[in-house]
């Protein structure tokens, strides 16, 4: 993981969802992703008891530890602190993101979701935020109080006016990877077409085969 604060230098970033993980609970999950090589993990788990969350978040974060990866929690900056969190991800519904970085210090990642041109533009005046999550791109069934895709055109958008680390979210799938990576995008983060295969190591590894084979067109 980097020593400064920001995202480690990687691809995948995986968001956890046990509902969408065919039958594994999330620090099963998260210890497939991690052997698979996986460096970024996301907590998104809104329904759950706190203490439930918690449990998991703690466990979670021990894994990502141990494989020094980096560890997210997804919109609780109290969680977050409580489990020691490398990160904390907020949308445009959450806390501001100036609260959100007072609560949680100097030292600790933070994300945010931008989902029109207008709030990437409004995300560039911020002071605080290490990168922005840029989509729905493609429909997801994941999120049912997800915007609108945005489509490559928002990618395209964020890439070439953002000065943050851009996160690609929403819908991707194995066969988006190549033409996501030509468009210059870094970061994909992918929840269905990652936890819930029944081999998540084979899929790591299509995923970044899908990424070489791009970048040496």
């Known amino acids: 993981m980097t020593t400064r604060r920001g995202l480690p230098d990687t691809d995948i970033y995986a968001v956890l969802s046990r509902a969408h993980s065919s039958g594994r609970g999330n620090v099963e999950t998260a210890r ?13 788990e809104k329904d759950f008891p706190l203490r439930q969350r918690h449990e998991e978040c703690l466990a979670i974060r021990n894994l990502c530890r141990r494989y020094d990866a980096c560890f997210i929690v997804n919109d609780d900056a109290q969680l977050a602190l409580a489990a020691g969190a490398d990160g904390l991800h907020i949308g445009q519904e959450d806390l501001p993101p100036e609260a959100a970085r007072q ?31 840029a989509g729905p791109v493609y429909p997801t069934g994941t999120k049912p ?73």
């Open 32 to 44: 497939l992703l991690l052997e698979a090589g996986v460096k970024i993990i996301q907590y998104r």
């Open 103 to 133: 609560l949680i210090g100097g030292e600790m990642i933070l994300g945010y979701s931008v989902t029109t041109p207008e709030e990437i533009d409004r995300a560039a005046a911020l002071e605080g935020v290490d990168y922005l999550g």
């Open 145 to 217: 109080d997800a915007a609108a895709p945005g489509g490559l055109e928002l990618l395209d958008y964020a890439l070439s006016h953002s000065r943050l680390p851009v996160v690609a979210i929403g819908g991707i799938k194995l066969e988006h990877v190549a033409e996501l990576t030509r468009r210059g995008v870094r970061y994909m983060a992918m929840i269905s077409a990652l936890v819930g295969v029944a081999d998540i190591g084979a899929r790591v590894a299509d995923i970044r085969a899908a990424i070489a084979a791009a970048l040496a067109v």
